[in-house]
């Protein structure tokens, strides 16, 4: 029964992080379709900030042994990922 318990906690806290990180790429996405460039410092501090929390909720889970370490690195990393086609895409609609 315990075992259940923890896998059922992990699973949750998983797809709670996934669902923040898929905020965050919204968030940014809206940012650049429709408010700012990401040139723009307030654009870099948003990203910055909203990265930042999601990084220390990931260390709490792992800490917390909900999420692995791995899985936690590749989470984020994956978002990076997702980030940077989108800021690639940005940069090629403003060139002439």
Known sequence: ?????????QEKAYALLLADADKILKLIKVQMDNLMMPQ???YEEVLDTQMF???REIDFAIRLNL???EDG????ENLE????????AAQRSMRP
């Open 73 to 76: 690195k590749e989470l984020l």
């Open 53 to 55: 929390g999601l990084s």
């Open 81 to 88: 990922r997702q980030l940077n086609v989108l800021h690639e």
């Open 67 to 69: 999420v692995k370490e």
């Open 40 to 42: 723009c410092p307030l």
């Open 1 to 9: 029964m315990i075992s259940e318990i923890t896998v059922s906690n």
